[in-house]
């Protein structure tokens, strides 16, 4: 199955909005064109345990970035038994294994470029992502909703009483027999 995660969006005027739609959103990826089971990946596999599947990221039919599978770090097994340590993962889970090396993430590009080339991607440009033996999946960007407005951080003073506990205000309230305390203190002490 291809994962793809859409993290950035630009508005009209070109400005970017990072992480306007983070990874963990409810319609920040598509998963597709279809899964496959470990067996039908096995001819992949080279003698070391990883997938030789080649990968393509491409904006508007033009090419990003291209790799191999194999140039993780990692094995699939390897990085599940990693993602499992203290959690469960269970049946029906996704884990995603990262950008394809050498393109697949516009800001990784950026950052080893110096510049925004290739551009960020706006309205109407369509990516295609690309595993051998799984398939390819395509997006085109829409115009995203306008994003809600958050009142900006205001600074609060810190000289105020706190409000009292919920158990110290409770305690303060029983009823004591007048002197009844003073005299139990008395007796201890003697």
């Given at each position: 199955m291809v994962l793809h995660p859409r993290?950035?969006?630009?508005?009209?005027?070109?400005a970017q909005?990072?992480?306007?739609?983070?990874e963990g959103k409810d319609t920040a990826a598509t998963l597709g064109p279809h899964l496959v089971t470990a067996d039908e990946l096995e001819p992949y596999h080279d003698t070391d345990g990883f997938?030789?599947?080649?990968?393509?990221?491409?904006?508007?039919?033009?090419?990003?970035?291209?790799?191999?599978?194999?140039?993780?770090?990692?094995?699939?097994?390897?990085?599940?038994?990693y993602a499992s340590r203290g959690t469960y993962v269970r049946p029906g889970d996704v884990l995603g294994?990262?950008?394809?090396?050498?393109g697949g993430c516009l800001a990784e590009l950026w950052g080893?470029?110096?510049?925004?080339?290739?551009?960020?991607?706006?309205?109407?440009?369509?990516?295609?992502?690309t595993v051998?033996?799984?398939?390819?999946?395509?997006?085109?960007?829409?115009p995203g909703t306008a994003p809600l407005p958050v009142p900006t951080a205001r600074k609060r003073p810190r000289a105020r009483p706190s409000p009292p506990h919920p158990a110290a205000a409770a305690a303060n309230t029983r009823r004591r027999p007048p002197g009844g305390g003073a005299r139990r203190t008395a007796a201890r002490a003697c």
């Amino acid at each position: 199955m291809v994962l793809h995660p859409r993290q950035h969006r630009s508005d009209e005027d070109g400005a970017q909005d990072r992480q306007a739609a983070a990874e963990g959103k409810d319609t920040a990826a598509t998963l597709g064109p279809h899964l496959v089971t470990a067996d039908e990946l096995e001819p992949y596999h080279d003698t070391d345990g990883f997938l030789r599947l080649a990968l393509t990221a491409e904006v508007n039919g033009k090419v990003i970035g291209k790799d191999l599978l194999s140039n993780m770090s990692w094995t699939f097994e390897e990085m599940v038994a990693y993602a499992s340590r203290g959690t469960y993962v269970r049946p029906g889970d996704v884990l995603g294994s990262g950008t394809c090396g050498n393109g697949g993430c516009l800001a990784e590009l950026w950052g080893v470029r110096g510049a925004q080339t290739p551009p960020p991607l706006t309205p109407g440009d369509t990516v295609t992502l690309t595993v051998e033996g799984i398939g390819t999946v395509s997006n085109t960007v829409v115009p995203g909703t306008a994003p809600l407005p958050v009142p900006t951080a205001r600074k609060r003073p810190r000289a105020r009483p706190s409000p009292p506990h919920p158990a110290a205000a409770a305690a303060n309230t029983r009823r004591r027999p007048p002197g009844g305390g003073a005299r139990r203190t008395a007796a201890r002490a003697c």
